[in-house]
């Protein structure tokens, strides 16, 4: 039977999520989880595949702005919820969903698409290239202690219901947004998402808890977390589970580390989610015992080359000829000339000589300054042409600070 692609109705969004969890383990979310992205959803930005009545296949985007090297913050396209039934494999169904989303993002005028990949490998045929990592850390906190700058102690610290004042952390995230490249700025109704707590999620945790940092009656910082109690014959061994953590200064920062180290009755503070230059690394007395993995988060597919490159800016002057290669969306191959510095950027279309060659995808790792192109190129994967150009365009590509995720979409 021949399938049919389209644009997912409202009252179709029940069959459509169904397919997507029974794609993904077939484990049902808790109503709270549900209604969160039932909210969220945009319905005429997702895709269904079907079979007669039969959903077989789901993807949708979400408009997102994100934070690119230089501050500004980039219209770009959240690709999520891609699933595909398990009898409909091997069919081009993904390929044919893949296909008609970057359409429709590039009609949108978004120079940008992002996914974060449950496989990786499945992605960088459709030009997705792995531009952020996630560090977690499991931190013995018997073993390790803090090291706290100046005024550390000036840092009033409170309990507070997450409820109470999401607002006040919302704005505070918001302020931070545009300081770390692959940050997203929260759009009305995902301030939900640092709220969400649902009991079948805890794993014997407690429910959600907050605690703020406050100077001279000012929010300057805040921490959402769970503690997961646990006791063997010695005594007490609990963990405390951070789920998120923002400050505007170094000794707020530590002033929540601190907390949380010290918490009763626990041994480990264990974070899934912090960017790999994390200053915790720089404040605890032993790295040894933190435990700490890292794994890729973000992936980046430049939708339109030329727009995507002058949308950010450039840590050194460069005048470089990229020979793109871009196969799934063939608008984008050919030669761009890349101009730019810490001010700004152009990138037009040239006849000129290439001076490094590379596919898209390539780009996309490289776009928010975390993977060197230098680092690609002694992979294979990016080829100079004219000597001197990767260390000029990789330098310039760089980023003060490592770029990161903050949340899962």
Known sequence: MTTDL???AKADWETWYGTLEVAFGGVAESAEERDLWRALTEHDRSLGVWDGDACVGTAGAFSFRLAVPGGALVETAGVTMVGVAATHRRRGILTSMMRRQLDDVRALGEPLAVLTASEPVIYGRFGYGAATRQMKVDIDTTRVSLSAPPGTDDVRLRYVRPADVHEDCEALYARRVTSRPGMTARQPGWERLGLLDPQSERNGASPLQCVVAE????????????????????????????????????????????FLFDIDLTSSVVARNRPTDDALLQLVSDIRRCDITVRDSLHVRLVEVGAALEARTYQAPLDVVFEVEDTFCPWNEGRWRLTGDTKGASCERTDDAADLALSVRELGAAYLGGVSLTSLAGAGRVRELRRGALTEASVAFGSDTEPWLPHGF
Do not use: C, M, N, T
């Open 215 to 258: 100077r001279a009656g000012e929010l300057v910082g805040y921490v959402r977390f769970a503690v997961k109690p646990d006791w063997d014959y010695r005594g007490p061994k609990g963990s405390v589970q951070l789920h998120d953590i923002e400050a505007l200064d170094p000794a707020a920062y530590a002033a929540l580390w601190r």
């Open 6 to 8: 389209r644009v997912l």
